[in-house]
């Protein structure tokens, strides 16, 4: 294969959210940058499905909400709309093999379980309170919230079966994980990021599924590529990184080397720069082939940030149906396999589309069925939940993003018990003149679109304060 070679100030690995922020900011600051993608489409974890008739369904991150200021401004700059999810109507929620209706997040269960929900969230939201966003990893007083598991405290703070069962299914909705995966101060470091407040993080009007991007969100990326032009390269997975030490500080990486600390070595295509952005997942950054090997913190981190499990489902029907039984589309299930649906029609209402989550466990258990078993036990779910009409779409479509070999897992990555502490330094710090971006990687709202905006744009500064010119 013959093999293209660039040379270029900055070279950014990604073309998601991130990616694609921190090119455009980059430009923007009159820095020549090249990005490198592997897929041969922008968006990553952001992807729009045609479903005919000029329609499309959003396989990866869709929603957007009040308090994701960056995303909100982008949609804006870029020309975009939003609109608000369809929610009205009465929510179903079903345990133990009944399915009853009910309207707000918090689904009815006996009065003592609910009050234990209750009790709970709002100790979550104290408890988050103290994590500090910025760099949790210096909290050793929060230890012990590090060496606990969600699952673990949800036994000590709910002691009903109905109450555990609902903070079981918050904790799969918001990381494709299940409790027992995901360390109690990594649940709350989220939870803090994503404005304090777990219910917030779970509600649609108002909370962070609030809104849609119409036409989908991969426009969003689509649109940034289009200003980047011919400084976007599809196509070429990056397989390794060779980098030299720096002098110095971080901010005078740009000026204080010669002139390609970095090379970027792609199928395809080598790009030389004086820095890079890598704007990919953790995990995914973690495979790369680092020369010389990166500092024991980072690549402790990128062994243990683990990708979520999510199989995303939607069940395309002529029309609504739902909604003139006065239902919503949302529903909630403890006995799954689905765990979570929404009306995710579009616009116009039509056609009428049911959008069905497999989550954790029951997205470990289905990945690897094949696509029309997969099929049959989501419409099996959706038929218990919404009657023998759901078992009739015209399209069924899904996307298990286990298998996707450039994302590995989502929605994002998490932390399991003892990593924050020990490891979470490596997860922003630049390593020489390699910097890190990815919704991970954020502050305010991580693992969202948001905080993939955000990361990018930080990531850029960073690089853009040390160019000589
Ligand atoms: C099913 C699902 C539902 C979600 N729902 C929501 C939601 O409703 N709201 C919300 O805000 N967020 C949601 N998210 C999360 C959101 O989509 C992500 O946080 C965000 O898109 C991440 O952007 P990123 O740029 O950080 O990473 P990515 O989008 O993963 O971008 C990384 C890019 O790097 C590329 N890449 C990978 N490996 C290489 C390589 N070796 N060489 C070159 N390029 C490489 C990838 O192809 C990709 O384009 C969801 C995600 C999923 C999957």
């Known amino acids: 294969m013959s093999v293209e070679s660039i040379e270029s100030e900055v070279v950014v690995v990604g073309a998601g959210l991130a990616g694609l922020s921190a090119a455009r900011e980059l430009k923007r600051l009159g820095v020549d940058v090249t990005v490198v993608e592997a897929r041969d489409r922008v968006g990553g974890r952001t992807l729009n499905e045609p479903i005919g008739g000029g329609e499309i369904v959003e396989l990866g991150g869709q929603w957007v909400g009040p308090g994701q200021d960056h995303v909100l401004a982008l949609i804006r700059e870029l020309g975009l709309e939003t609109f608000p999810t369809w929610c009205e109507g009465r929510n179903v929620f079903e345990r133990g093999g009944k399915a009853r209706t009910y309207s707000g997040t918090i689904p009815k269960l006996n009065p003592v379980s609910l009050a234990e929900v209750g009790v709970a969230l709002k100790r979550l939201e104290r408890m988050a309170a103290k994590v500090d966003v910025e760099q949790p990893w210096t909290q050793t007083e929060l230890a012990r919230w590090d060496a606990e598991t969600f699952a673990t405290w949800a036994r000590r703070n709910a002691k009903t079966p109905a109450a555990r069962d609902l903070l079981r299914l918050a904790i799969q909705a918001v990381w494709a994980a299940e409790p027992e995966d995901v360390s109690l101060l990594h649940a709350l470091f989220y939870v803090r990021s994503s404005g304090g407040s777990l ?109 979520g499990t999510v199989v995303k489902c939607h069940a395309i029907y002529s029309e609504p149906f739902w909604r003139a039984e006065g239902l919503s589309g949302q529903a909630t299930s403890a006995d799954g396999p689905v765990s979570v649906t929404f009306d995710n029609s579009p616009p116009s209402g039509s056609p009428g589309v049911l959008l069905a989550f497999l989550e954790g466990n029951a997205a470990r258990n289905a990945t690897d069925l094949p696509a029309e078993e997969r099929q049959r036990i989501v419409l099996d779910c959706l038929v218990r939940l919404f009657g023998s009409r759901a078992a009739q779409p015209e399209h069924f479509v899904d996307k298990a993003w286990a298998v996707d070999e450039f994302a590995r897992g989502c929605y994002g990555g998490y932390l399991p018990t003892g990593a924050w502490l020990t490891y979470g330094a490596g997860l922003r710090a630049p390593v020489g003149p390699l910097h890190w971006a990815g919704a991970e990687t954020a502050t305010v709202n991580a693992g969202y679109m948001d905080g993939a905006i955000s990361s990018g744009i930080r990531a850029a500064t960073e690089i853009a304060g040390g160019v000589d010119r």
Not at 213 to 240: K, N
């Open 199 to 307: 219910e917030k993080m779970l509600d649609a009007e108002g909370g962070a599924q609030d809104s849609r991007v119409v036409g989908g969100t991969q426009l969003i990326s689509e649109r940034m590529a289009a200003e980047l032009g011919d400084a976007v390269h599809l196509g070429h997975p990056v397989r390794s990184v060779r980098w030299r030490q720096m002098p110095g500080d971080v901010g005078e990486a740009l000026v204080e080397v010669g002139p390609h600390p970095v090379t970027v070595e792609a199928d395809g295509l080598t790009v030389s720069a004086r820095a890079a952005v890598i704007a990919l997942p953790p995990a995914v950054a973690g495979r790369l082939d680092y020369d010389p090997i990166m500092p024991s913190v980072r690549d402790g981190l990128t062994q243990r940030m683990v990708q």
